[in-house]
């Protein structure tokens, strides 16, 4: 069965910019040691990067959430350069919203002809991990989708927590 691999938003911004947080900065190696796992496995590895323009404060997002972070080609939006360097060559998508609708496109695409198994890891367990988490198992009910919560974090410990319990609800494999 083939194994896909998502990387979540491990940007500069969620990590030790803008919005990060220590917990944040703990799971680089942790993400860094699965990545290379991953790809050692033979396994397809995906990335997504949180995109916004210079007008994002007057967004939805940016009235709710009035924090700059992850303006396109700014070095807040760029990947974690640990990350960015071993994903090289894999395919990184940018998204502009906290679930990615391309990413479900690649993922049917590399499913169409071989059953997979799905893993993410990422940033922020509370926003765009189960965001995508959601989107996949809605899009893909009988393809196993794997959260490592070890390879997470959320705005904040127990925010993290309630999406890690939210996504074991909707029957994603949380370990």
């Known amino acids: ?28 190696e942790p993400v860094c040691r699965k990545i290379q796992a991953s790809l050692e496995e033979g396994a397809t590895v995906l990335a997504t990067r949180d995109t916004h323009q210079p007008d994002y404060l007057n967004t ?25 360097r071993l994903i090289q060559g894999c395919t990184v998508i940018d998204k502009p919203s906290f679930g990615s609708f391309l990413l479900v496109e690649k993922i049917r695409e590399l499913t169409a002809e071989e059953p997979a198994q799905l893993e993410l890891a990422g940033l922020c367990t509370d926003i765009c991990v189960v965001s995508n ?10 393809i196993p989708i794997f959260v490592d919560s070890s390879c997470c974090a959320g705005v904040t410990p127990a925010s993290h927590e309630a999406a890690l319990l939210t996504m074991k609800m909707c029957q994603i494999q949380v370990y």
């Open 133 to 142: 988490a959601l989107l996949l198992k809605a899009a893909f009910p009988e």
């Open 60 to 84: 939805a997002e940016g009235r709710s959430l009035p924090v700059e972070h992850c303006i396109e080609n700014t070095p807040g939006w760029q990947l974690n350069p640990e990350i960015a």
């Open 1 to 28: 069965m083939k194994k896909i691999l998502v990387v979540i938003d491990m940007q500069n911004d969620f990590i030790d910019g803008s919005l990060g947080t220590t917990e944040a900065v703990k799971i680089i």
